[in-house]
């Protein structure tokens, strides 16, 4: 497909990068050329030094052809403008990065009005996620499919659960629990465990599970599974905005400390149940002050990724809070790792899966269609939901007479609302939805899941 891009920032630059993974035509536009010079040296792709909003800029970039436009600048009105021009002068599908709350609450609107194909909000994708994590805080990393049916959790082995030398293949009978572990992160490597694979202490774990299932699970191995009943946010931005909203909306009570003393006075009138502190949140006394000790959660949402870090890393000292970090651009990806920050987020990542969900949607065949699409296991491995809609290869056939694709997993298959952790003669039927683990990624449809016969 022929993607063009407009905004070399960091959605940009991963969006960039994950669609010319994926072997995608893909057109740059920003007004920084030294910017995106030094990107383009890294992948391939044309770029062009314009504002995107420029029909001659479009039009050199080949609009009238091109299959996908996506507009990830800094600022939403020009996103829509991109948008609005492309719609006008082409047949492509338009998406926008569009921040502000007040679009959000009237993009419906704005997408029927203006022709835009899709529409995402970083921000509060990103407070979402954090706000599933605060619902169930022993879980490191938590995605979900079949609407809520399903859960991908992940979770760190410690010594107290008795995990450590147990075979895959006994994790059910020992714990008389319907999980399954699709996937294993130890010491940098990433796997998709067979049956016979030894977890160790310390292995990142992730299971397939439905709510009910992962819930026992938990219960069972000694790990809480309750929300947290409090939470102590650092930073009163958009995201933090909308992450106090998720968390008052679950009755979690709320604390703000911002710098900003107007900005404190918006967020008293916009979140009337939460507490809001002015100063300054990297005041080791002033964070103490705000009850930090006692504090269950603990949400460091600063926009410089090293404060974010040391913040975590301080209250792991004074509390015993479940702690969720936000990194934007940090390249120490390895280091990061080894401090134990609790759960890391990645904006960026959030942002990329939905819109590369939606582009591997556009191009599936009439018979199956990808309904969700997460990075997971430190970005090395991807879970793919597909929808079954036809006849194919991969239908009435039990698993265990498929040639499957290497490091690959049929994790689960919801049949008409039941959830199935499959064996080997379990079969996809149509009307199901199937969730596929793999370290092989770019996959478009669910027949890609078999290996090619020579």
Do not use: W
């Amino acid at each position: 497909m022929k993607v063009i891009i407009i905004g070399c920032g960091k959605v940009g630059r991963t969006l960039a990068q994950q669609l010319s993974e994926e072997q995608h035509d893909i057109i740059l536009i920003d007004t920084n050329g030294q910017k995106l010079q030094e990107f383009t040296e890294e992948i391939d792709a044309m770029y062009l030094i314009g504002n995107g909003a420029s029909i001659g800029i479009q039009k050199d970039a080949g609009i009238e052809t091109a299959d996908m436009l996506i507009a990830v600048t800094n600022s939403d009105e020009l996103n829509l403008l991109c948008c609005l021009i492309a719609k006008r002068v082409s047949k492509c599908h338009t998406v926008a990065r569009v921040r502000n709350p007040v679009y959000s609450e009237e993009i419906n609107f704005i997408k029927e009005r203006l022709g835009i194909s899709m529409s995402l909000n970083p921000e509060f994708a990103t407070a979402t996620e954090m706000a599933r994590l605060l619902r169930f805080p022993s879980a490191i990393q938590i995605d979900t499919f079949a609407k809520g049916r399903v859960e991908l959790l992940k979770f760190k082995i410690k010594p107290e659960f008795n995990m450590d030398g147990l075979a895959v293949s006994g994790l059910a009978e020992r714990f008389k629990c319907d999980v399954l572990i699709c996937g294993v992160e130890r010491d940098g490597e990433v796997s998709i465990p067979g049956g016979n694979f030894i977890l160790k202490d310390n292995d990142r774990v992730s299971i397939v599970a439905s709510p009910k299932n992962s819930a026992a699970f938990f219960k069972k191995i000694g790990l809480a599974t309750n929300q947290v009943k409090n939470a102590l946010i650092v930073g009163g931005g958009t995201l933090g905005y909308y992450l106090a909203k998720q968390l008052l909306h679950m009755k979690i009570k709320v604390r703000i400390v911002e710098r900003d003393l107007r900005r404190c006075d918006e967020l008293s009138e916009l979140l009337p149940g939460a507490v809001i502190i002015n100063g300054d949140g990297t005041d080791k006394k002033l964070l103490l002050q705000s009850g930090l000790p006692s504090a269950e959660a603990f949400v460091p949402l600063t926009n410089i990724d090293e404060e974010n870090i040391f913040l975590s890393l301080y209250a792991k000292e004074q509390s015993n809070a479940k702690l969720v970090t936000k990194v934007n651009r940090f390249a120490f990806d390895s280091i990061i790792d080894k401090l134990d920050l609790g759960s890391v987020i990645y904006p960026k990542y959030i942002t990329a899966d939905y819109i590369l969900q939606y582009v591997r949607a556009m191009q599936n065949s009439i018979g199956s269609n990808v309904e969700t699409l997460y990075q997971i296991l430190d970005n090395k491995a991807e879970a793919l939901e597909f929808s079954i809609r036809e006849h194919g290869p991969v239908v009435g056939v039990p698993l265990m007479d498929l040639s499957l694709k290497k490091n690959l997993l049929v994790a689960c298959i919801n049949h008409n609302g039941r959830i199935i952790i499959p064996r080997g003669h379990d079969q996809i039927e149509i009307g199901d939805t199937v969730i596929i683990v793999t370290t092989q990624k770019g996959l478009q449809d669910v027949n890609d899941i078999l290996r090619k016969q020579v």
